[in-house]
């Protein structure tokens, strides 16, 4: 028996999979949200590696409110250029002075949030297509931590707040997710003229899965509008090939529905991101931790990437709840699907979760009370073991986004 808060009961209603509708969707790497999200959530681990590099223990910091402003642009095929750059702030707190010694976290920060820019975005110009700047408030030094029975340093929760996550992914959930992440990689590699800004939405009704694609085109690679009505087609082959290895389904793809070839009205852009021509963002109004937007479930609206991994419950329950329900699945048999909700108390330690709500649909022939007691003790391991969150999303194990 543990002493955690851990309830373990049979959810009410169909598996996600069973629902006569289901919509799920995913804005990739480029989207001006995420892009917010990925500069916010790099930073976050920069401060935190100094810190502990530093001083050998994490001290207080969140960058979880960073903003983007679109730029203007006039693509053109074969090349257009940049009317007025993007504007990035990075909006936070940090700690600027602890133990008499100062430190450079603005510095820290603009350095890190152009650095991942150039890596990530291959055809945006840090030095002319994007303004970085920051502005980091003073954080309050110290973070609260108490000690378990193995005398471990267990931070106190910084909030009353929760966390949810879910597994297994849903045919449909893995067609969105795997399509925008290998346009962004795989497919791209071979094929320039994509941009890292997709947004993938899908709709399944009953047995048949639309999958709807916005795949911003880099205006230098495509030479004028044929070129780029066979790189729109190329995409809907690739993407509906993909589809075919997570479903049996019937699925019909589109890509670029807003096109009006007549009136030369196409995704064209000239860096690859809807960010340079009016489309803004934010953290945290994007995806979710395990990387997607699921309408159908119950869903955190705590921003996780930039807020500190230490005892931050926005960031940490929405990891943990995440692995957790990973975890459960993969090693108790019978489990249909799993939902997990943490709720921390402010002040208490983050290991000790108010409460940790597990709720299951058994596979049809599996009683859920031959199963509970796998399904706490896995629950409880994981618990036990929440600080290793906090050292994984420093050495960049855990995507936040």
């Not at 044929?226 to 589809?243: N, P, Q, S, T």
């Not at 807003?258 to 860096?271: M, V």
Request: aromatic letters at 6%; glycine letters at 8%.
């Amino acid at each position: 028996m543990t002493d955690r808060n851990i309830r373990v009961e049979s959810a009410k209603g169909h598996a996600v999979e069973d629902q006569h509708v289901e919509i799920v969707e995913r804005k990739g790497i480029g989207h001006p949200d995420s892009i917010c999200d990925g500069v916010a959530e790099e930073v976050s681990r920069a401060l935190a590696r100094t810190y502990l590099d530093r001083f050998g223990k994490p001290l207080h910091f969140n960058t979880d409110e960073t903003q983007l402003v679109a730029g203007t642009s006039a693509p053109a095929f074969g090349g257009g250029e940049m009317l007025e750059p993007i504007y990035l702030l990075i909006v936070g707190r940090a700690t600027k002075e602890y133990d008499g010694e100062r430190i450079p976290a603005e510095t820290i920060a603009l350095r890190t949030a152009r650095e991942y820019l150039d890596e990530q975005f291959p055809y945006l110009d840090v030095g002319s297509d994007i303004s970085v700047d920051v502005k980091l408030g003073e954080g309050s030094g110290d973070l609260q931590e108490v000690f378990d029975e193995d005398g471990r340093a267990v931070p106190m929760a910084n909030d009353t707040s929760y966390g949810v996550g879910h597994a297994p992914l849903t045919e449909t959930e893995k067609i969105v997710y795997n399509t925008e992440r290998r346009l962004n990689t795989t497919y791209a590699g071979d094929n320039p003229h994509i941009g890292q800004d997709i947004k993938v939405m899908g709709k399944r009704e009953d047995d048949h899965i639309d999958v709807t694609v916005a795949v911003a085109m880099v205006d230098q690679f495509v030479d004028g509008l044929d070129d780029y009505r066979e790189a729109v087609e190329d995409v809907k082959a690739y993407v509906e090939e993909l589809a075919s290895e997570f479903t049996d389904r019937e699925v019909t793809v589109h890509v670029n529905t807003a096109d009006q070839y007549e009136e030369g009205a196409i995704y064209l852009t000239t860096t690859g991101l809807s960010a340079e021509q009016g489309d803004d963002g934010s953290v945290g109004r994007g995806n979710r931790a395990n990387g997607l937007i699921t309408p159908n479930r119950p869903m955190s609206m705590e921003a996780t990437s930039g807020k500190n991994p230490i005892n931050h419950i926005g960031k940490i329950y929405n990891l943990l709840s995440t692995e957790i329900a990973e975890s459960v699945v993969e090693d108790v048999d019978g489990i249909r699907q799993l939902q997990v909700r943490l709720l921390s108390q402010i002040g208490r330690p983050i290991d000790q979760p108010h409460i940790a709500d597990t709720l299951v649909v058994t596979e049809d022939d599996v009683d859920l009370a031959d199963i509970h007691d796998d399904i706490e003790a896995a629950v409880d391991e994981e618990l036990r073991n929440v600080t290793d969150i906090t050292q994984r999303v420093v050495d960049g194990e855990l995507s936040t986004f």
